[in-house]
């Protein structure tokens, strides 16, 4: 079985200890342990995020928090100013329905997110809900709005890593699971590597292999303005796409 980093529900206090002596650590290390550093906050990240998704469905009967990013009806983020400025970005996350579970803006975003950078496409939240997880809706499958429509919650993933060109995401994140097609891509800032958040509140480091689909979700952060979503991959390099595809969240594929 391939190796990845993954973290529990109960194991966020014990990985925050270790990345604040990681920090302290840095510079003794250069720049592979910055990286590194920077890898296990975006995972502690995402995994107090997929708790704060369990727990509002746990505290609402079972019925999932909006997957997308809008303010009527309001989701698990507000919907974001894509050109706004940085407090009007926050504010935009203060008022998503996770926000009391959170309780810290900085959760929302991934440290080695590069756009953050440049003040063309500043992307200050860095993950998505996948849109089968009560979210927008798209081709291929009928969404899940209850946890009990999750069919293996422990194998399906809520949150991902999004690399939006456009600077924030105001929709989920999608692909097709039943044709095998890419709509949107992933943020690869960890060494072509992502955090995602799974339903049962664990969240995983996951590597790609497929070049194809690296360089397409590179490119919507190297050169946004080039950048077209949607793209289906080459018949000899489907590794990605099935593994997404099969940890896709949804109630049912149609």
Request: aromatic share 10%.
């Amino acid at each position: 079985m391939e190796k990845r980093n993954r973290l529990r529900h109960g194991d966020v206090a014990i990985v925050l200890i270790c990345v604040a002596l990681a920090l302290v650590t840095v510079g003794a290390v250069g720049t592979a342990g910055r990286m590194r550093a920077r890898e296990v906050v975006c995972l502690s990240n995402v995994c107090q995020l997929s708790q704060a998704w369990l727990l509002y469905a746990e505290g609402h009967n079972g019925r999932l928090v909006g997957g997308g990013a809008a303010d009527y009806p309001m989701q698990w983020v507000g919907r974001p100013v894509l050109r706004g400025t940085v407090e009007q970005k926050l504010d935009a996350i203060r008022r998503g329905l996770l926000f009391p579970y959170v309780g810290d803006v900085r959760v929302y975003r991934c440290s080695a997110d590069g756009r953050q950078r440049d003040p063309n496409v500043f992307g200050l939240r860095s993950f998505s809900i996948a849109g089968g997880a009560n979210g927008d809706s798209w081709t291929g499958y009928a969404n899940a709005r209850v946890y009990s429509d999750l069919a293996n919650p422990a194998e399906r993933y809520i949150f991902v890593e999004e690399a939006n060109p456009r600077g924030a995401s105001s929709s989920s994140w999608q692909m097709n699971p039943k044709a095998g097609q890419w709509v949107d891509p992933v943020g690869m800032w960890h060494d072509n590597k992502s955090s995602l958040g799974f339903a049962d509140g664990h969240a995983e480091t996951h590597p790609w292999h497929d070049r194809s689909f690296i360089d397409w979700s590179l490119k919507a952060v190297e050169t946004p303005y080039l950048f077209m979503f949607g793209m289906t991959p080459p018949e000899d390099e489907r590794q990605d796409i099935e593994y997404m595809a099969m940890r896709f969240p949804y109630k049912a594929l149609k």
